[in-house]
Each structure stands twice: as C-alpha cells, then as structure tokens.
C-alpha cells in the first residue's frame, strides 16, 4: 500500500467543481486561442459528451449546467455507470437518531486530520436490496462535497483495494440497517407485485432510483452498462472522470480499451485522474491507422500545478503553458476588487482575508484547465463570489454592471453597484500584457504566448 492509501476514509470525493473544470477545456479545444499554433478546433460545434462512471447525479447535472447554459455549447450529455452501482434507493433517517449518526460521522472524519462537519448523510441501498454505504456531505471553501463510508467492504482508491471500517460506526448503525432492509425487502415484493402492501416509510424519507431521477431533472439519460454506446450523427467526447484509477494499475490500459471500444475516428478522450501524486488530465483525439483506430495524445494538464502541455503545430514540438501565475493574477484583481466593494470590519481581520483568498483561489484553480477568455473568467468570477462565507460577504450585489441577475438570489442591498465592472474585467484580461512590459529582461517567466519546449 502506498503512503496515499494509507489516508482514505473514503473513496469517491465527488466534488462538482473539480469536474467543472472540464468546461474551460472543452471551450479551449473548440476555441483555439492560437489558430497558428494550435491548429482547427479538435471539437465540433456540436458534440455527444459520455460522462462515464457518474457515481452521483449532482456532479453531471454541475456540469450539464455549465456546458449548456453557462458557456451556451451545444451538448447532448449522457451518463452511464455500472449495472452494479446503481443505487436502488437513498434513504434518510429522520429525527434525533439521524443528528446523533451525523455527529459520530463527524466525529470520525474530523479524527483523520481535518476538522470537517459532516452536514447531511443518507444510506445508499444497492441493487440488491442491501444497505451498500453512507454518503455524507460536508462544506469545502463553500462546496458540498460528498464522500462514502463502505461499510467495511473493500473498494478501490488510486489503483489500490483499500478496506476501512470504523467498529463503533458499524455497530451504531446497525440496528437502522437491519431495519431499512427489511422495509426495502417489502417495496421490492410490492415493485414485483403491486397487489402487495408497501412498507411503512414513518421516520425515513425514502427515494427510489435516485441516480436516474437526479440526472433526468437535467435531461440527463443514463446508460446502465460498463461499455458506453456511442451516440450516433455527432462527434462523441468520452469523458473518463477518476475511473480508471477505480482499476488495478495493471488493467487501466485494458480497460481503457475496453472503454472506447465503440468511438470513431474524431472522437475524444478525456481522461481526469485525482487523489493520486501527479493529479492530470490527459486529452486523446481517436485517429485511424490502417484498419485499426489509434489514439493521439493531444493535450496533456497537470491539475495541481497547472502547467498544460499541447501540441505546437509551427515547431512541431510541444508547447508548454504555465497556468498558475495568470490564475493567480486574476485571484488578486478580484480580492483588490471586492476590498474596494464590500465595506464591512470583517476585511480588517487577517483571517477573514486569508478565508477569502482561500475561497477564491479555490474555485480559480478548478475551474481553468485552459488559459482564460472573458466567458470563463466571468464564470469563474460569479463562482468564486457565489461561494464566499455570507458573514460580511457580498450576498446580494451583482456581479457585473448590467448584470440583470441577481447572482445570489437575495434582494439588492442598498448599493447597487457591481463588484467586477467591465473595466475591471478587462483590466483582469489586461492583467498578463501589463506584468509583462512592467518586468525586467533579467527575471524571465514563462509567458502564455511564448514558447517553452520540452522533449516529447
Ligand atoms: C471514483 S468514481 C468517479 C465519479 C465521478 N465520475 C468523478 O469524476 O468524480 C468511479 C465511478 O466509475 C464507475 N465505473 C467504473 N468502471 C466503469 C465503467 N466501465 N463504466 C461505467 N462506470 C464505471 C464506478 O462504479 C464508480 O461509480
């Protein structure tokens, strides 16, 4: 085992922000900043996005609602996952019992390290009728995340089979397992036979097929099986999010075979891996070789460094783009806005800055996987702004001048005024050509539009 599984309460962190970044990306591949450099769009006006492995319908439906509305690309977006992982029902306990649980579950979670409180937690009742996790959420730099406790069952963490369970969890919730399967044992007989009574729900609120209701809220459809079906008369882009480190090392390249069995020459894809030394995201564009199809590495993105690495038609090498200072840069533009905005003691207090930073800087990092253009700064703006602590925080003013919406669903405060003005905007977009003229020839940096090779 190595030193990453030895830390793991979980196994799945499904963090919709973190796939959310697939959006810049995708917005990148279809809109090269760099016609020369980059070559034609590698994708099509329209396109069939494959989000394989969706363990939850609230990571899709993020970032369905990115790519449709928020950055307007024509996307018919399905889902799939495995027969066997899909849940039958979600079932909430209600009362003082549930409180109790939620507090032992943050009990546990806050021993490992961090304090973190758990919020809201449900049982996950598999296909089979049995009581197969507890899912729990708890808040990070204003995300909800949500984890598993497996129930002392193995599962797989970064290529590795991985077992934890807590004895005192286990035995305090036992009683309310035994207790929801015998209930879900009467809803299956009344699903077989309808002439027969249903079970009780008192004290419980119990959601069937919870998976393809939260995606079809979406206009999601979900593929039960393990080998996607392609989606006819479109480009298809399979995204692979932390699935093929839910394999063995030695069988992620099988799999990914197995995986894209069915995509044509055109096709992309994208394969996203967390949680592991050198988190990535690596972009394979599907070519035909002779009779057989092939697959071509066309971008490649560290996750936590931000360096991205493509292709570069005119040196016919690899061109390799730091991301992290820009992003940076934006983060201090915002924070030097938002001091001039909200007016409130709490900016006085070091702590509360450095939380906003965190914030901030939190959705930044996420949300670009490609260099920022105006349509995902201001995404990544209205997120940021959406996620900061209420206390003191800029709950109710919009975002942009003119900006019709109000961002936080709260009435206006007294002051109008945007946070971010156009001006603002573009002096953000500005921010890189300025640091540039203002820096001296002996500290050279890597700049976006200049050219670093690498062997490869
Ligand atoms: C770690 S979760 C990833 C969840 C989400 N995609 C993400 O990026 O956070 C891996 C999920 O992939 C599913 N999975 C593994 N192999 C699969 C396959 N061949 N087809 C569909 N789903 C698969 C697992 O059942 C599990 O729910």
């Keep these: 085992m190595n030193p990453q599984t030895a830390v793991p309460f979980v196994d799945t962190n499904v963090i919709p922000d973190r796939n959310v970044g697939i959006g810049s990306l995708l917005w990148d591949l279809q809109n090269p900043q760099d016609p020369d450099r980059d070559g034609p769009p590698l994708l099509n006006p329209e396109f069939a996005f494959i989000d394989v492995g969706v363990s939850r319908a609230r990571v899709a439906t993020a970032l369905k609602s990115l790519l449709?509305?928020?950055?307007?690309?024509?996307?018919?977006?399905?889902?799939?996952?495995?027969?066997?992982?899909?849940p039958y029902a979600n079932v909430t306990l209600l009362g003082d019992r549930a409180q109790e649980i939620r507090g032992c579950l943050s009990g546990i979670f806050s021993s490992k390290g961090a304090t973190c409180?758990?919020?809201?937690?449900?049982?996950?009742?598999?296909?089979?009728g049995k009581v197969s996790s507890v899912a729990y959420s708890y808040n990070l730099h204003g995300n909800e995340v949500w984890e598993a406790y497996f129930m002392g069952r193995k599962f797989m963490y970064s290529g590795e089979q991985v077992e934890f369970s807590d004895p005192k969890l286990d035995e305090t919730l036992a009683p309310e397992v035994a207790e929801?399967?015998?209930?879900?044992?009467?809803?299956?007989?009344?699903d077989r036979d309808p002439s027969q009574p249903g079970p009780s729900w008192d004290g419980y609120r119990m959601e069937k097929n919870p998976l393809q209701a939260g995606l079809a809220e979406f206009g999601i459809t979900l593929q039960m099986t393990d080998v996607p079906q392609r989606i006819i008369g479109r480009q298809n882009i399979l995204f692979l999010g932390n699935v093929l480190n839910h394999y063995p090392q030695?069988?992620?390249?099988?799999?990914?075979?197995?995986?894209?069995?069915?995509?044509?020459?055109?096709?992309?894809?994208?394969?996203q891996t967390d949680e592991v030394e050198t988190p990535c995201i690596e972009v394979l564009q599907v070519m035909r070789r002779g009779d057989q199809n092939s697959r071509k590495r066309v971008r490649w993105i560290h996750t936590k460094t931000l360096e991205i690495q493509q292709p570069d038609r005119v040196l016919g090498s690899w061109r390799h783009i730091p991301l992290r200072p820009e992003v940076e840069r934006m983060v201090g533009r915002l924070?030097?806005?938002?001091?001039?905005?909200?007016?409130?003691?709490?900016?006085?207090q070091r702590n509360h800055r450095v939380l906003v930073h965190q914030y901030i800087s939190h959705v930044f990092r996420t949300l670009f996987r490609a260099l920022p253009v105006e349509v995902t700064l201001?995404?990544?703006i209205r997120e940021a702004l959406r996620r900061l602590p209420y206390e003191g925080g800029p709950k109710g003013i919009p975002v942009f001048k003119h900006?019709?919406?109000?961002?936080?669903?709260?009435?206006?405060?007294?002051?109008?005024?945007?946070?971010?003005?156009?001006a603002d905007l573009i002096n953000m977009k500005m921010a890189a050509a300025n640091e540039e003229r203002m820096r001296t020839p002996e500290t050279p940096r890597l700049e976006p539009h200049r050219i670093l090779e690498f062997a490869g």
């Design 117 to 128: 409180e758990v919020k809201d937690w449900h049982f996950v009742v598999d296909g089979n």
């Design 68 to 86: 449709a509305h928020d950055l307007g690309l024509e996307v018919n977006y399905v889902a799939t996952e495995r027969v066997e992982a899909v």
């Design 378 to 380: 201001r995404i990544a």
């Design 180 to 190: 929801i399967e015998a209930r879900i044992d009467l809803e299956r007989k009344r």
């Design 335 to 348: 924070i030097e806005c938002l001091e001039r905005k909200v007016n409130s003691p709490e900016w006085t």
């Design 250 to 271: 030695d069988e992620q390249d099988r799999e990914l075979d197995r995986l894209v069995a069915n995509l044509e020459p055109g096709d992309i894809v994208i394969v």
């Design 403 to 422: 900006d019709a919406k109000d961002a936080y669903g709260g009435a206006l405060r007294l002051d109008p005024g945007p946070i971010v003005s156009e």
